[in-house]
């Protein structure tokens, strides 16, 4: 079974910091992989899909890559802002097709 | 506006009472997941629907059942034989099984005392 580990569990940083977040899952024969954002109580927010025939997407100060090979995918945040304060999941989804599986998060406080 | 709905927001029930979720998508997507968040764990898959009348289990689906008479819809009753119901319980929907991404409703909490 895919076991998911994001690293840190939380994180703390300036406003204006750029960071990354680490994802690493143990079965490498994935489909695609998903980052999500998770504000508290809310539902899940998709921010980047990474197809299996990809190595990288961006979305405006978002970049997440991903090596399938080595069983790891970062997310980079540029310029961090108070508003990208939240919990930052992600989900390697298995080769079936069938099942996303779903690290614990980073948990991102961006002081201003 | 386009989205998957959950109802209620907040759910309390005595224990032993069976209690239904409800999951709304306008987004005529074939896919549809019940997903359930514990504190300090990552999201695990309760059952999913690839089509209508037709699911499957996921990781964790004792003590829930599901049906999908339409596709706009995937209700999950949580039974009493379900040992600890007490979670935030997320639906999600895609436009197919692969390739595409997921997208999540607000999500329900239940606290069942």
């Known amino acids: 079974k895919q076991e998911v580990t994001q690293i840190p569990a939380a994180l703390s940083v300036p406003e204006g910091e750029n960071l990354v977040l680490n994802c690493s899952f143990t079965?490498?024969?994935?489909?695609?992989l998903q980052w999500f954002r998770q504000d508290p109580g809310k539902g899940l927010t998709s921010l980047l899909l990474?197809?299996?025939?990809?190595r990288e997407q961006t979305s405006g100060r978002l970049n997440a890559s991903l090596d399938k090979s080595s069983g790891r995918s970062t997310l980079y945040i540029a310029a961090s802002q108070p508003g990208d304060s939240a919990t930052y999941l992600c989900?390697?989804?298995?080769?079936?097709?069938?099942?996303?599986?779903f690290g614990t998060g980073t948990s991102l406080t961006v002081i201003p | 506006d386009g989205g998957i709905t959950q109802s209620p927001k907040y759910l309390f029930r005595k224990e032993g009472q069976n209690v239904t979720l409800s999951c709304e998508q306008n987004?005529?997507?074939?896919?549809m997941y019940w997903y359930r968040q514990d504190p300090g764990q990552g999201l695990r898959l309760i059952y999913y629907?690839?089509?209508?009348?037709?699911?499957q289990k996921g990781d964790i689906a004792e003590g829930y059942s599901v049906s999908r008479e339409k596709k706009e819809s995937f209700p999950l009753t949580v039974t009493s034989a379900q040992k600890n119901p007490t979670a935030f319980y997320l639906c999600?929907?895609?436009?197919?099984?692969?390739?595409?991404?997921?997208?999540f409703g607000p999500g329900t909490r239940l606290t069942v005392t």
């Open positions: 999600a929907s895609s436009r197919e099984r692969t390739a595409y991404e997921q997208y």
């Open positions: 079965d490498s024969a994935i489909y695609n």
């Open positions: 990474i197809q299996s025939s990809q």
């Open positions: 989900a390697p989804q298995e080769n079936t097709g069938n099942q996303f599986y």
């Open positions: 987004l005529n997507h074939d896919a």
């Open positions: 629907s690839q089509i209508v009348n037709d699911f």
